[in-house]
């Protein structure tokens, strides 16, 4: 089992809609929990940072973890063409420790 | 939020030859640097950590004597991937960490040919 898992799509939905990304991990030593989007021959830019469990909001992003089911999300609402990239979950036990990366999901917002 | 550059964005070198890309942080000190490859349509996986000061801790299959690493200063760390071959073509990205969160840069498109 990889340590970090994440449906890679595409997943494609209309302008305006709801989205809903997630990964699941099996580490439960993860603390820090972080969401990056990448256009194509990008780096990753970060969107959602969010330290142990609970709900995090920015503008039309909001990032869940749920720690006890290792399990976290992405929502973008009202989801504009622009919001079409990759999008990685990521996580890290902290301190010097990397980011541990899903495979990222490919995301096209249809207009 | 803060800013990562990395140079350059794209190389092509020859079979055999070594290759230098760096990574600066601009407005802040950085800690620890990581490096990161990725590959076609998979994850950024890491490939080394380092301390400025410090040797780098370099994870499990990645060759240290192939992929040299110095962070000569708090802004400042370079990866010289040594004697590179075309299994070595990958997106190679670093990112700068000031202990609460990583910044990433543009990242540096490595073809061996």
């Known amino acids: 089992q990889k340590e970090v898992e994440q449906d890679p799509g595409p997943l494609s939905v209309p302008e305006g809609a709801i989205v809903s990304l997630n990964c699941t991990y099996s580490?439960?030593?993860?603390?820090?929990f972080m969401w990056y989007r990448q256009y194509s021959r990008k780096g990753p830019e970060l969107l959602m940072y969010?330290?142990?469990?609970g709900n995090k909001e920015d503008g039309r992003f909001t990032a869940q973890v749920d720690k006890s089911s290792k399990y976290i999300s992405l929502f973008i609402r009202d989801s504009q063409p622009s919001d079409s990239a990759t999008y990685l979950c990521?996580?890290?036990?902290?301190?010097?420790?990397?980011?541990?990366f899903g495979k990222g999901t490919h995301l096209i917002i249809q207009p | 939020g803060a800013v990562v550059s990395q140079h350059p964005s794209w190389v092509i070198c020859k079979s055999g030859t070594s290759v230098k890309i760096e990574c600066r942080s601009l407005?802040?000190?950085?800690?620890?640097m990581f490096w990161y490859r990725q590959f076609p349509k998979q994850s950024l996986m890491l490939m080394a950590t380092?301390?400025?000061?410090?040797?780098?801790?370099?994870e499990q299959g990645v060759e240290k004597d192939k992929f040299l690493i110095n962070h000569a200063s708090l802004t400042l760390s370079t990866l010289t991937v040594t004697s590179a071959h075309p299994e070595d073509s990958s997106f190679y990205i670093c990112?700068?960490?000031?202990?609460?969160?990583?910044?990433f840069g543009q990242g540096t498109r490595l073809t061996v040919v």
């Open positions: 969010t330290y142990s469990s």
């Open positions: 580490n439960s030593a993860f603390q820090y």
């Open positions: 407005d802040f000190q950085a800690t620890t």
């Open positions: 380092s301390n400025e000061g410090s040797k780098a801790t370099y």
């Open positions: 990521a996580m890290s036990r902290g301190g010097a420790d990397g980011l541990t």
């Open positions: 990112s700068a960490s000031n202990r609460e969160e990583a910044f």
